[in-house]
């Protein structure tokens, strides 16, 4: 079976190594030159190390490309000649950073039909309204088959090697995916789900187009719903793409009901709000959000915005009400999370200090916009990320940026 991977990183690289140790083939899309030498350079080899420092497992013979940029006025034309030689994507899994998805999204997806299957695995939200908005235009017909995915998977770099195909996989984790039902289905055709009216009164209500579907309890999607939900279109790829990955027992893949996956997704859009964004501007690992009455109240005021959020949002979605989102019970789970982690550095610390952009309007950010949909103000969650661009001007100057130094010399 063919797959292609966008993201170079640790887990989409541990994806596409245990893809190919079951003998499906893989392509690797890469965004620069450089990337792609790089890998060439080693042979087009990934290697992946477990637990046991002498269990070590090497990959070859990875299909590999560039992702071309187009003019949005010259596309049709590009895509005339260069659909001969660039074959359709059929299965597309996304592991990328959420402020690099869309730049890259717009050099493949001209390559998808309704028909692919589309995974992406991420802890940012708001992608997929974006990906919708920007290439689908909103059309539940045009767009692929797509899925949300949520890894607890812990991969990282080897000792004393600097290089993303050079991967340490520790412990037992799992990936957990979802199918995003399409909105033009005939929702009978699902079991215990219902359709809940979309809220026509908010102008901006449009883009929340996650789901629009209610679930009364939410257990896993056992398989006869999941074969009614994937064989609806015929040729679609999405029921064998599935089947084929939750095979793979290393990667321990599960679809389960995207409402129950959302949820889990919401919570960790919530924690990872309140860590990225303050180990960052602070400059300070985990456990610096411990044993501190200041980050304690910091931390209870970004929930309590948080939660009224997450109160109406998951009443949008068609969600029972739940304490697991009360200011409160979020204050304990990020708790948790940074003893578990007290030693780590967040992955925004590490793109701020590096000078990467990093994802805070798909966290902090993507809170404040549904803070507006809603009419919810949000201006703790709006001072964190002006505080995170700040930071990361700070650290990147601004003779880095020819507009930002012509800005400054006007007004100093």
Same mark, same amino acid.
Do not use: W
């Given at each position: ?247 793979? !027992?290393?990667?321990?893949? @599960?679809? *389960? ?5 959302? +949820?889990?997704? %919401?919570?960790? =859009? ?79 610390? !590490?793109?701020?200090?590096? @000078?990467? *952009? ?5 966290? +902090?950010?993507? %809170?404040?916009? =549904? ?12 001072l964190v990320v002006d505080m995170v661009y700040l930071k990361h001007r700070l650290l990147s100057g601004p003779r880095n940026n020819l507009k930002e130094r012509y800005l400054q010399d006007k007004f100093d």
């Amino acid at each position: 079976m063919k797959f292609h991977i966008l993201g170079s990183d640790y887990l989409g690289n541990m994806i596409a190594h245990y893809l190919q140790k079951y003998n499906h083939q893989v392509t690797l899309l890469f965004r620069t030159p450089v990337a792609l030498t790089n890998f060439e350079n080693r042979k087009r080899k990934i290697t992946l190390m477990r637990d046991n420092e002498n269990d070590i497992e090497q990959s070859y013979n990875y299909d590999i490309e560039i992702l071309r940029g187009y003019n949005k006025n010259e596309l049709f034309n590009q895509y005339k000649i260069y659909s001969s030689k660039l074959p359709p994507i059929q299965r597309l899994i996304v592991t990328t950073k959420a402020h690099e998805i869309s730049n890259s999204f717009q050099k493949i997806f001209y390559r998808l039909s309704p028909t692919s299957t589309v995974i992406i695995i991420s802890r940012s939200m708001g992608i997929y309204e974006e990906l919708m908005e920007k290439f689908f235009s909103n059309n539940e017909y045009l767009r692929p088959n797509i899925l949300l995915g949520s890894s607890t998977h812990l991969c990282y770099g080897m000792k004393n090697v600097n290089s993303p195909f050079d991967i340490f996989h520790s412990g037992v984790g799992g990936i957990d995916i979802g199918v995003i039902p399409r909105r033009v289905e005939n929702i009978e055709n699902v079991e215990s789900v219902e359709s809940v009216e979309s809220v026509e009164n908010k102008e901006n209500i449009k883009n929340l187009r996650i789901s629009t579907f209610s679930i009364s309890t939410e257990h896993e999607l056992s398989t006869s719903i999941l074969e009614k939900e994937t064989n609806r279109r015929e040729g679609s790829s999405l029921g064998a793409t599935i089947k084929a990955l939750t095979q793979i !027992k290393e990667l321990q893949i @599960r679809c *389960i009901n995207v409402l129950s996956l959302q +949820n889990r997704l %919401l919570e960790n =859009l919530v924690i990872n709000s309140c860590i990225n964004p303050l180990t960052t501007i602070f400059n300070m690992r985990n456990r610096g959000l411990l044993f501190n009455p200041g980050a304690d109240r910091v931390l209870q005021a970004l929930c309590n915005e948080s939660a009224k959020v997450m109160r109406e949002h998951r009443k949008y979605l068609g969600m029972r009400p739940s304490n697991r989102f009360g200011p409160g019970r979020l204050v304990d789970a990020i708790q948790q999370i940074c003893q578990e982690t007290s030693s780590r550095k967040s992955d925004m610390l !590490k793109d701020a200090k590096r @000078r990467y *952009i990093t994802e805070i309007d798909y966290l +902090n950010g993507y %809170l404040v916009k =549904l803070g507006k949909i809603y009419d919810i103000p949000t201006p703790l969650h709006q001072l964190v990320v002006d505080m995170v661009y700040l930071k990361h001007r700070l650290l990147s100057g601004p003779r880095n940026n020819l507009k930002e130094r012509y800005l400054q010399d006007k007004f100093d």
